[in-house]
């Protein structure tokens, strides 16, 4: 049996079952790399649509497709073996149908090996939800703001400002939940409106920029480490990889302009008897 064998990876269930307990820690991960950094620290690693921002320089998450997310998907699988692996469903991929939405699920689950998708919506997305639960698919819902409908909103925005806005965004919370969600992502949403919602519904809120009352927290990597051109205003820069990068490169460039054997010389050295 091999080593990665002997890890329990966590599952959905567990992950619900932290609701009110200890605070979930998550972050993205597109890498088989990264994902073996995080995967010490984090109990569920989002392959999200992101992607298309982060390694692809998209406007929009609107773009990406399913392949895309299976391919890194099964990169950040074959990285990780301790946090549960939740990949995000791309637009266009689940919204059609009940039925359009298990296909693809089951694509994801099936090609990647990931124990958990993620797909944007409320009430209006719950009989999908209960439907891909009923299937055997556990499903992460994404409330609040949810990017893939920029067009529809016409901007990346806080939403629930104003209390009189609130309604509708805690129906979709509630909606998700009735419908068997194991969790929530509950995005850029104001602190009273984060809060109502996580004491009202029975499952995880895992806040982005949705404050510190939410169950978990997740964050893009790429903004964490100062590593994406453009970051929300609410993300803390935990580390500043861009200009280390930069120096990185820089340095190497210099060694080559130079003739200098930019390489460890010994390596390629003959050997004198
Ligand atoms: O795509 C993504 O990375 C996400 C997170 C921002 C939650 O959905």
Redesign the pocket.
Known sequence: MSAQADVKRFTAPDIRARKGGEPIVSL?AYHAHTARILDRFCDFI?V???LGMVMHGLET?VPVTLDMMILQGHAVMRGSRRALVVV?MPFGSYEASREQAFMSAARVMKETGCGAI?LEGGAHMAPTIAFLVERGIPVMA?VGLT?QAINALGGFRARGRDPADWGPFEDDARAVAEAGAFAV?V?AVAEPLAARMTRDIAIPTIG?GASAVCDGQ?L?LEDMLGLSPRVPKFVKRFGDLGPSIEKAVADYAAEVRARSFPGQAHVYAVKSK
Do not use: N
């Open positions: 993205t989002l999200g649509d992101s998450t995000d993620k994404h990017p992502v995005e982005i997740i893009v």
